[in-house]
Nanobody
Framework: VQLVESGGGLAQPGGSLRLSCVAS????????MGWYRQPPGAQRERIAG???????NYARSVEGRFTISRDNAKNTVYLEMNALKPEDTATYYC?????????????????WGQGTQVTVSS
């Protein structure tokens, strides 16, 4: 299973960016997908999650500005980021709780993308 993010880049304060993450491989089911970020010199933090058939949830730092959504047919999760602030500068990672099956055995585990850089600066 691979998760590949795209859509990062440079944005001005108050601007917008949209991140995408596509999961590929031998996937039986995706139970949840989400986004984390890691600012320079800081720990990775969870910012948004969306379980399959469930409701989105957000960190306080991004609630009201960021929106997570999924296209289940495409195994893709999006993060629409509006009203960006310099403190949103970070490497953004997508993650997915994905079920795979092999030789009659199923396992579920969290997979991670390689990250995409978002820089908010004037």
């Amino acid at each position: 299973v691979q998760l590949v993010e795209s859509g990062g880049g440079l944005a001005q304060p108050g601007g917008s960016l949209r991140l995408s993450c596509v999961a590929s491989g031998t996937i039986s089911r995706i139970n949840a997908m989400g986004w984390y970020r890691q600012p320079p010199g800081a720990q990775r933090e969870r910012i948004a999650g969306l379980p399959t058939g469930g409701s989105p949830n957000y960190a306080r730092s991004v609630e009201g500005r960021f929106t997570i959504s999924r296209d289940n047919a495409k195994n893709t999760v999006y993060l629409e980021m509006n009203a960006l602030k310099p403190e949103d500068t970070a490497t953004y990672y997508c993650t997915g709780l994905i079920k795979t099956s092999s030789y009659g055995r199923s396992t579920s585990e969290w997979y991670w993308g390689q990250g995409t850089q978002v820089t908010v600066s004037s």
